[in-house]
């Protein structure tokens, strides 16, 4: 006997999908000459101001750089450090030519004090020069399909040639945040590599909740920049600021308007999203789950309404994971995703059950007419 029909299951997802607050905040108000907030997992964005103008990068060019040499180089590869890599303009991690560091103790220089020096061996390890290298970190825009960056160095100081967009930055940094190690070494608070002790100069991760990065960037000619990640209840945003005075304040507005507003959810039950009938089968009954992931970024208290495509019965002799039907779902009246639906178990023939032609079609018509109308649901 079915322990749920179509009709119950998909009136169950409606109603916990719909029961959430609906929110009216708008987006605030911010200094940035350029801005950008998206949603880490899916790149979509939330809110945007100038998010295409070329405008300079500074220090958030390391995003792009840890991201070139994390895809390039063994992080636990010993580095002897040769003088011309020592004594670069701006910030530094002090780096002495003669000793030994590994690429992961770089990276650490690199993102949590924003060493210059760091940059610059990394760079020449991995690439072989300046020059190699940032013809690899373009190479790696083109991959990601950036458009309107191009890098002329791996550290950011400003140069004829070197620039990005907010958008562009947020693109890199979503993927950037994908490897296990960039994410770990940006989160970190303090490190203490050889005698130094490194601080983060990411201040949002010691004053905002569910901060996870990313990194800060100043020049003179390019004011203040900062890229940041946070994460709550399983939303993770990137927000990303050029040229703005006010950015920690900015950056923390947006990100309580981000989670305010939308959530990162499945629209989908996770176990079964309908059940259909089995004939001559050993079971009566099989389960239909999505057979991909279901989880999109959804403005808060939007109205979900799905429809499922599944015939009202399957015979017996189907394989796990096999096909069996899909469900399209809408978000207020729009369409949102479609995903294949399939079967959750195999379920042989059972020999005692097996029917002649005749019976085969009684039965067939018996569970058109009794479970046929529940097989679509939706507007």
């Known amino acids: 006997m079915l322990r749920k029909t179509i009709l119950g299951l998909l009136t169950a997802a409606l109603l916990s999908a719909c029961v959430l607050p609906q929110t009216a905040l708008a987006a605030p108000d911010n200094r940035a000459g350029a801005c950008v907030l998206v949603c880490a997992d899916t790149g979509e964005t939330l809110y945007s101001k100038n998010p295409d103008a070329h405008m300079l990068i500074a220090s958030t060019t390391k995003i792009m750089t840890a ?48 060493g210059n020096d760091a940059a610059t061996a990394l760079a020449c390890v991995c690439g072989g020069s300046i020059e190699g290298f940032a013809k690899m970190m373009n190479d790696e825009a083109a991959a990601l399909g950036l458009q309107n960056s191009h890098f002329q160095n791996p550290h950011g100081l400003d140069a004829e040639g070197h620039y990005s967009t907010a958008a562009d930055l947020a693109v890199i940094t979503c993927a950037a945040m994908k490897k296990p190690l960039f994410a770990e070494i940006v989160g970190t608070s303090t490190a203490t590599v050889r005698d130094q002790t490194l601080v983060n100069h990411n201040k949002l991760l010691r004053t905002y909740p569910g901060a996870l990065g990313v990194k800060t960037g100043y020049t003179m000619a390019a004011g203040r920049i900062l890229v940041s990640c946070a994460e709550r209840a399983g939303l993770r945003l990137v927000c990303v600021t050029i040229s703005d005075p006010d950015d920690w304040t900015d950056h923390a ?52 309404t799905m429809t499922v495509e599944a015939p009202p019965f399957v015979y017996a002799g189907f394989r796990q994971d096999e096909c069996a039907g899909r469900v399209f779902v809408k978000a207020d009246g729009q369409d949102l995703a479609e995903y294949p639906l399939v079967y959750s178990e195999s379920v042989d023939v059972d020999p005692v059950r097996q029917k002649d032609a005749w019976q085969r079609f009684r039965r067939a018509w018996f569970m058109v007419n009794k479970y046929g109308y529940v097989f679509t649901y939706g507007d």
């Open 253 to 304: 507005a947006l990100l309580d308007w981000g989670f305010a507003n939308f959530e990162y959810k499945s629209v989908l039950p996770l176990d079964a999203v309908c059940e259909l009938p089995v004939i001559g089968g050993s079971k009566q009954s099989v389960a239909l789950r999505a057979g991909s992931d279901t989880r999109v970024l959804l403005k808060k208290g939007a109205a979900l």
């Open 67 to 114: 991201l070139v040499v994390i895809n390039h180089c063994d992080p636990d590869t010993s580095v002897t450090i040769r003088p011309e890599w020592t004594g670069v303009e701006g910030s530094s991690m002090y780096l002495k030519a003669g000793e030994s560091y590994t690429i992961r103790e770089l990276l650490y220089g690199l993102l949590l004090v924003s």
